[in-house]
């Protein structure tokens, strides 16, 4: 009977311990894909990256998907973002010491 009792805690204990692994990786993924759209909006293309990459590292795994593909999602399009040019109209919104592209 006591070996019963054992394994049946074990067993919870491991649930919850899942529980809070998955809660941890779905907080951390959308903390940081938050962080990485708040840069790659000021154009901060390098600390969005960084951000992006991050973030996808610490949800890894099969507990929140939604979130890695959100995080590859933004990945995509900060390469894109790199790679076009800083309309003048845009450059005069984020205000003079910003540096453009071209």
Do not use: W
């Not at 907080?27 to 990459?53: C, M, P, V, W």
């Not at 593909?69 to 973002?81: M, N, P, T, W």
């Amino acid at each position: 009977m006591q070996f019963r009792n054992v394994r049946s805690r074990a067993q919870q204990d491991a649930q919850r311990s899942l529980a809070a692994v998955k809660e941890m990786a779905k907080t951390r993924g959308e903390t940081y894909l938050e962080y990485a759209k708040s840069y790659l909006s000021r154009r901060d293309f390098q600390n969005a990256k960084a951000t992006a990459i991050e973030g996808r590292r610490l949800c890894r795994g099969p507990f929140y998907l939604a979130v890695e593909e959100q995080l590859d999602d933004l990945i995509r399009e900060i390469h894109v973002a790199e790679k076009t040019p800083l309309k003048h109209s845009e450059a005069a919104e984020l205000g003079p010491n910003m540096p453009t592209n071209g």
